[in-house]
Nanobody, 124 residues
Framework: QVTLAESGGGLVQAGGSLRLSCKFSGRTFDSYSMGWFRQAAGMNREYLASISATGADTWYKDYVKGRFTVSRVNSRNTVYLQMNSLKPEDTAVYYC?????????????????WGAGTQVTVSS
C-alpha cells in the first residue's frame, strides 16, 4: 500500500514562494510517475504538473508554466513542487498523486494513490 504525505504549505504573500514536498512510502518510488493537483474552495480538482518515474520528463499546465517547477529525488522517495510568483488565485489545497504505468498524467483518474493535501493560502 502506497502512502503519500504532503508538507510545506502555509500562508504567503502575493509574489512569494513556497516549496511543497511529498513523501512516498510503501512501494518502489521510481516505478511511479508523480503529479501535483490543487483544489480551490467550490472548484474542481485541477492538474498542475507531473514528472516521469525517472524524472527525465516533466509536464505542466500552461497557467503555471514558468512559475512552478516539479522535481523528484528518488533516493529520498520525495517529489517537490517549487512555486514562485504566487498569486491569490493560487490559494487551494494542493495534492500529490502517484501513477503506475499511465502515460496520461493530466487526468486525475489515471492516478492510483493520493495524499491528504496541504493548504496553500496566498494573501494579496
Amino acid at each position: 500500500q502506497v502512502t503519500l504525505a504532503e508538507s510545506g504549505g502555509g500562508l504567503v504573500q502575493a509574489g512569494g514562494s513556497l516549496r511543497l514536498s511529498c513523501k512516498f512510502s510503501g512501494r518502489t518510488f521510481d516505478s511511479y510517475s508523480m503529479g501535483w493537483f490543487r483544489q480551490a474552495a467550490g472548484m474542481n480538482r485541477e492538474y498542475l504538473a507531473s514528472i516521469s518515474a525517472t524524472g527525465a520528463d516533466t509536464w505542466y499546465k500552461d497557467y503555471v508554466k514558468g512559475r512552478f517547477t516539479v522535481s523528484r529525488v528518488n533516493s529520498r522517495n520525495t517529489v517537490y513542487l517549487q512555486m514562485n510568483s504566487l498569486k491569490p488565485e493560487d490559494t487551494a489545497v494542493y495534492y500529490c498523486a502517484a501513477s503506475y504505468g499511465s502515460s496520461h498524467l493530466k487526468l486525475a483518474n489515471n492516478y492510483d494513490y493520493w495524499g491528504a493535501g496541504t493548504q496553500v493560502t496566498v494573501s494579496s
